[in-house]
């Protein structure tokens, strides 16, 4: 709680102060009852007018009055370093509601899974040795297991101070991460609290200084240290006890009552009796009411021990003949009366009002079945949790209809505690007949608190996702998304987007409140008002839009149908509830989420779901939207198509690590989905500044890129061709997305990386040619182009001519299996396999040799005749274009290689700065008409075919607008780098046809010459030498300018002085200029004019002193008074600049070296994709006869209307069996890579010591059954040996009685001692 909130507080939190004294007799000092003096008081209490009776008995409510609280804000105990605590003085009659907002709005307490209440008395030093045990080993630890509150009187003694040590001593052991968990509160009166007016201060206190002496009194004593929050409980008293009781039940009935977050069960709330003296049968009695359970230490002592004995010693009265209890006229059963007041009169005999005492603990038989023993003595303190949860199962089934599974609570407070352990152990076992209907709230607790365990259990006894999983449900998944996560900004960002679109054009879209309005509480309590502002307030609609929300239908109901109705009060707080606190997640959004994140690699999500097309424009699908929305959201009811990538994706957007990855286990495509996974989470990341938020995302996406890499490998070693298809093939769950697309938007570098990636690359980089072809022969056969036909060049799929007329497979005829009458990819191997698995009977051939299709698993046959070989063809309306010679087949396969593209556009690109030096150097004429030559009119030529090579590819990429398409084009750098060549070239060839510019255009030319010759970086970025060095070399330019930053800031301190001191006065700008920055500059190469520097050197150059010469550019002549100064500056100059600068520099030249060379592999792999798909899409024809590919696409686009196949790269569309075969196989290999992995975990040692902890755990605790059973031995061994001896006594007895008395004694019982004493 800061100091700027804290202003509200004294006006909704009251003290309470007696306002009327009321003499208690008992005291000597004549106080008050409340126990302050008269003096304080400033009326006295009367019977009646005439003063005849005075009032004796002293009541909170009527002789005290309420002021607003003095003492709030943070309590810091002076000399502990303990954390600041919250505190607050409250009256006894305050609302339950607001205490328990304050605590979790502004005090930030963790929502409680679980409340345990501990009520006990006696001083510290009463408390046994097994109970601070038991606090320590079962009940902090339970608490911490379950994310539970404690609390406490909040005192520094008693049970207080024990539950207090037992936090602090459990911290020890724990981290301050797990610890914080347990919220430990202590409820106390105020009048007890010592030196209680060190809190006090009107306006807050922030901290409030308290000094803890440790020496309390009787009557009041200091709060303890180890606390969180106290909440003092005013009643008007001073050192009375028993002020909070009643606020107290208030406070935890309230509890009970509310909901742990997003779960489907109330808080649960404990009671623990731990000794206790007769006060405190009051507050026993009041929480049994209330129904709340109650676990009672036995053996603790004081009232737990009576409770204990009552339980289990006093029976009811015996039923009569006729059925009924024996009951005397118009009184309860006095036998259970006399037998409760003979066990209240053996543990408290001093007391008093025993009649009182007795009445109550009646009234605590009567509701004994909330009431469990704990025997902690004899139980230990190890499954303490465990008895927790059995009592508040026992107490909840109080309440169960005969339709409901007893279980089902107890299932429930399992997984709110996130105690799957107790699950498996007691409700999954088999023993119990588990239906949907039990296990889907349970599900949806899981899943929204992010269990992933539960989740696994509740799937793997019998829950179906599909069943479970609708629209509607995965929207109010959505919908629980914390507001402060990245994923929900994002979707509270397209949300407002919508409202204010929708405000804006009110024509085209009216927002339904249908999802929004159904969770309106118009009442709305305190906790959600103060959840809008700063301050509580209430807030009760107006008749008129009451009426308007009684009378119209939840599914037409509309936002501008109730601003109309509305006042601006009741605008305002329904527009900050619509915006804050309620549903606000519709499919739409999360659709429109997921389209910002994954760009263009994919579909959109959802779309279909709504009734959108994916190609409409963003106008027409918000429209259609709505009029889904207003029409009563149908879609919530249906089930999800893919349950478990929706859960995946769902998990992902929340940084759920363990829950991502469990529902990365159960979907299909694997590499894919963690592919998707990781490219998610890296766009969510760039959302994050640098915070521990934005590192977990990371580690995260690159997790879900190690997965995908390791199980793409598994699949590449098992079966390579099957793992080509995985790379290539079109998703449907990812809305036809592929794996290499996905893996490059992802930035998955590590995965491109894998040996089975690299290898299809080659593939298609070498196309039918033989892998690892020598480069000159490819060079020779491109300059002499006859020899692609001879045997220079190796082809893969070259066959002996008697092997011809066979029948081979070819991919399945579409639009994006070709370019110029070639499939989009030529890999023989998968070819090769498809047709050694086909079925022979399905093949058809031809006598004439004539092609006939069968289409078998989304595959064609064919068949050709001799001396012909099958060639790569897509097929147009329906027919099979015909056969090539082999001259043709041959010439393609060698031209339309990428790696022969590659080549043709180096050479020519060579060719083409060849030209371009020549122009420059040798044929650069002037201006018309003498010029220019015809060897610039070339190169202008030349320049203009890279021009038009880089307008298609601008368009090749075409998104849904031109806009997009640009955007998507300037994105790539080198990119960038040829338009800024093109720009410079147009410029510089403008000037040049000018006289007056001429030189100028001349110098943009040459400028621009480097920019092409640059570019043959990126060229070279496919050898595999140089392809690194590239890379450690743009690293090295980055650390570059940071020196560089350094290098300007010392050469411009040092010239600006160095020419101050040399000349007083020189007004050449241009002289100035070089002495200032190009001089020092050339220092640091060792260029160091002395005699020019040094006035003691004899300078050869003529010089004046006279201004008027000086100001018409002459030299001025050196200042000599400062010639010591000056090289001074030189000499500290160079040894800054070439030791310490030129060292940092090569310092780290050398770091940057060593970092990235050894990644530097991994990056060359990466960009060796985009370049193989670059030299892919080109045309065959390099620059400037691309001209030629360029008019052929012209006429194919605009007048044959061929569709470009060169939009999406790499893809390959499987449909039915093939399909499903594909997912099977990369499914395996998902699970021998998980048991690969799990095998893997099992082996390292934190797992080793896991098993060796509990397995000394489960010995230590048969040691301590052998002992409990040694000890019951002894105990029976005893009472055997006493009655052998007693029945040996009555036989001598009984044989001497004849002669006369016997002289032996009777025997006695041995001692037998207790297992705990032994030690």
Excluded at 108 to 113: D, E, G, I, R, T
Excluded at 403 to 410: A, G, K, V
Excluded at 801 to 818: F, H, L, Q, R, Y
Aim: one cysteine or more.
């Amino acid at each position: 709680m800061g100091i700027a909130d804290k202003s509200w507080i004294p006006d909704y939190f009251k003290k309470r102060v007696c306002t009327t004294f009321v003499e208690d007799t008992s005291s000597s000092d004549g106080l008050c009852q409340c126990g302050s003096t008269r003096d304080t008081h400033p009326s006295v209490a009367l019977g009646d007018n005439f003063s005849t009776a005075i009032v004796s008995l002293w009541d909170s409510a009527q002789h005290s009055s309420e002021q607003p609280t003095d003492a709030f804000g943070e309590l810091e105990f002076t000399g502990t370093g303990k954390r600041h605590s919250h505190f607050l003085r409250l009256s006894s009659t305050t609302e339950p509601s607001r205490v328990f907002n304050i605590m979790r709005e502004h005090w930030k307490l963790a929502q409680p899974n679980l409340v345990v209440s501990v009520v006990g008395g006696g001083k510290s030093l009463d408390v046994k040795t097994w109970v601070r045990e038991v606090l320590r080993q079962g009940l902090v630890k339970a608490a911490q297991s379950t994310g539970a509150w404690i609390i406490t009187g909040g005192l520094n003694e008693g049970l207080s101070k024990c539950v207090g040590e037992a936090v602090r001593d459990y911290a020890t052991a724990t981290s301050a991460v797990t610890l914080s968990k347990v919220v430990l509160i202590g409820i106390t009166p105020w009048g007890l609290v010592q030196d209680s007016q060190q809190l006090v201060n009107s306006e807050g206190s922030f901290p409030a200084k308290y000094l803890v002496k440790y020496t309390s009194t009787l009557q009041s004593c200091y709060l303890n240290n180890n606390h969180k929050a106290f909440l003092l409980v005013d009643d008007g008293t001073i050192r009375r006890e028993g002020g909070e009781v009643g606020f107290r039940a208030r406070l935890e009935d309230y509890i009970s009552r509310q909901r742990t977050g997003s779960a489907s069960i109330d808080i649960p709330v404990l009671n623990m009796l731990i000794s206790g003296d007769a006060s405190m049968l009051e507050l026993l009695d009041i929480a049994l009411k209330n129904s709340m359970p109650w676990l009672v230490l036995a053996g603790s002592g004081g009232l737990a021990n009576l409770v204990c004995d009552i339980i289990e010693n006093v029976q009811s009265a015996p039923v009569s003949s006729n059925g009924a209890a024996e009951k005397e006229e118009g009184s309860p059963n006095m036998e259970l009366r006399e037998r409760l007041a003979e066990k209240v009169n053996q543990y408290f005999p001093s007391e008093q009002d025993m009649d009182k005492l007795v009445d109550k603990a009646l009234s605590i038989y009567q509701n004994k079945d909330l009431i469990c023993i704990y025997n902690g003595e004899q139980e230990g303190a190890d499954d303490f949790d465990t008895v927790m949860l059995k009592v508040l199962v026992q107490a909840s089934k109080r309440h169960i209809t005969g339709d409901s599974n007893p279980y089902t609570d107890e299932l429930r407070l399992a997984v709110t505690w996130n105690r799957v352990d107790i699950a498996k152990s007691e409700l999954f076992n088999g023993n119990i007949d588990w239906k949907y209907t039990d296990l889907k709230d349970s599900m949806t607790d899981a899943l929204m608190n992010d269990k992933p365990q539960f989740v696994r259990l509740f799937i793997d006894h019998g829950l179906n996702i599909v069943s479970y999983l609708t629209y509607g449900k995965l929207e109010d998944l959505y919908n629980s998304i914390s507001e402060n996560s990245q994923a929900g900004k994002l979707l509270r960002h397209i949300l407002n987007e919508r409202v204010n679109e929708s405000s804006n054009d009110q024509k085209t879209c009216r927002i339904s409140l249908y999802e929004n309005l159904y969770k309106v509480t118009w009442q709305m309590p305190y906790n959600f008002a103060t959840d809008l502002i700063d301050f509580p307030i209430s807030f009760t609609p107006s008749d008129a839009l009451f009426k308007i929300m009684r009378d119209t239908p939840l599914s037409v109901l509309l936002f501008q149908d109730l601003a109309s109705a509305m006042s601006a009060t009741e605008h305002y707080f329904f527009t900050c509830g619509i915006r804050t606190k309620l549903s606000m997640c519709e499919v739409n959004q999360v659709s429109q989420l997921l389209e910002y994140l994954l760009g263009e690699v994919c579909q959109p999500f959802y779309k279909s779901v709504l009734g959108v097309d994916a190609k409409s424009t963003k106008r027409k699908a918000l429209k259609r939207v709505c009029q889904v929305l207003q029409e009563g959201c149908s879609y919530r009811k249906n089930k999800c198509k893919d349950p478990w990538l929706c859960l995946f994706i769902w998990a992902v957007l929340q940084n759920r690590s363990e829950m991502a990855i469990f529902c990365w286990e159960m979907c299909g495509e694997s590499v894919l989905t963690a592919l998707g996974g990781c490219k998610l989470l890296r766009e969510l990341s760039k959302q994050w500044i640098e915070t521990e938020a934005k590192v977990s995302i990371k580690d995260l996406a690159q997790r879900f890129e190690n997965m995908a890499h390791d199980v793409f490998s598994m699949c590449y070693q098992t079966k390579a061709s099957d793992s080509f298809k995985l790379l290539i093939r079109k998703s449907r769950l990812w809305g036809d997305a592929t794996c290499l697309k996905m893996a490059m938007a992802a930035d998955a570098r590590i995965f491109f990386s894998n040996d089975g990636v690299q290898s299809l690359l080659s593939e298609i980089w070498w196309g039918e040619m033989e892998r690892g072809t020598e480069l000159w022969k490819l060079v020779l056969t491109m300059i002499i182009p006859p020899l692609c036909y001879t045997n220079l060049i190796k082809f893969r799929n070259e066959k002996d001519p008697a092997e011809v007329e066979k029948s081979v497979m070819i991919p399945p005829p579409s639009e994006t299996d070709c370019h110029y009458g070639e499939t989009v990819f030529s890999f023989a191997d998968i070819k090769n396999h498809e047709a050694e698995q086909e079925d022979s009977n399905n093949i058809r051939r031809s006598a004439k040799g004539l092609t006939v299709r069968s289409e078998t698993h989304g595959l064609t046959k064919m068949t050709f005749p001799r001396f012909f070989l099958p060639v790569k063809g897509t097929p147009v309306n329906g027919k099979v274009k015909p056969k090539r010679i082999f001259l043709l087949s041959r010439w393609r396969q060698y031209w339309y290689a990428p790696v022969s593209s590659f080549i043709g556009n180096v050479l020519m690109y060579f060719l083409f700065l060849f030209l371009y030096a020549y122009v420059l150097l040798v044929d650069f004429k002037k201006p018309p008409p003498d010029g220019p030559a015809v060897s610039e009119y070339v190169l202008y030529f030349w320049v203009f075919t890279f021009v038009c090579e880089e307008i298609r590819e601008a368009l090749i990429v075409r998104s849904k607008t031109f806009a997009q398409s640009l955007m998507l084009y300037a994105q790539d750098v080198w990119n960038k780098f040829d338009i800024l060549a093109i720009s410079l070239f147009i410029a510089g060839l403008c000037c040049r046809m000018f006289n007056w510019s001429y030189n100028m255009g001349r110098g943009i030319l040459c400028i621009d010459y480097m920019v092409f010759t640059l570019r043959l970086i990126h060229i070279f970025a496919v050898h595999r030498q140089l392809g690194p060095k590239i890379i450690i070399l743009v690293k090295m330019i980055k650390d570059a300018f940071f020196f560089l930053f350094f290098l300007a800031v010392w050469l411009s301190a040092y010239g600006v002085a160095n020419q101050a001191l040399l000349y007083a006065y020189d007004p050449s700008p241009d002289r100035a200029f070089r002495r200032v920055l190009y001089r020092p500059y050339l220092h640091i190469f060792g260029h160091i004019p002395v005699e020019e520097i040094d006035t003691g050197k004899i300078w050869d150059r003529e010089c004046t002193d006279n201004l008027t010469l000086i100001n018409e550019g002459k030299e001025p002549c050196r200042d000599n008074s400062h010639n010591w100064l000056v090289v001074i500056l030189l000499v500290i100059f160079l040894l800054v600049t070439n030791i310490l600068l030129v060292n940092l520099l090569i310092a780290t030249f050398s770091y940057t070296f060593s970092k990235v060379q050894e990644r530097s592999d991994t990056y060359w792999k990466f960009q060796r994709y985009n370049l193989i798909v670059e030299y892919h899409s080109r045309p065959i024809l390099a620059p400037p006869f691309i001209i030629l590919s360029h008019i052929n696409l012209f006429i194919k686009r605009n007048f044959c209307k061929v569709k470009s196949t060169k939009i999406q790269h790499f893809a390959l569309d499987l449909t039915g069996t093939e399909a499903n075969k594909l997912v099977k196989w990369e499914t395996l290999q998902k699970e021998n890579f998980l048991a690969f992995e799990s095998k893997k975990q099992k082996g390292t040692d934190s797992e080793r010591l896991k098993r060796t902890s509990a397995k000394v755990d489960g010995v230590l605790k048969q040691v301590g059954e052998i002992r409990d059973v040694h000890r019951r031995l002894r105990t029976l061994e005893s009472e055997m040996e006493f009655c052998t001896s007693s029945l040996q006594w009555i036989m001598e007895a009984l044989s001497q009685s004849s002669t006369g008395k016997g002289t032996k004694a009777h025997p006695t019982r041995k001692v037998v001692v207790s297992a705990s004493l032994e030690k």
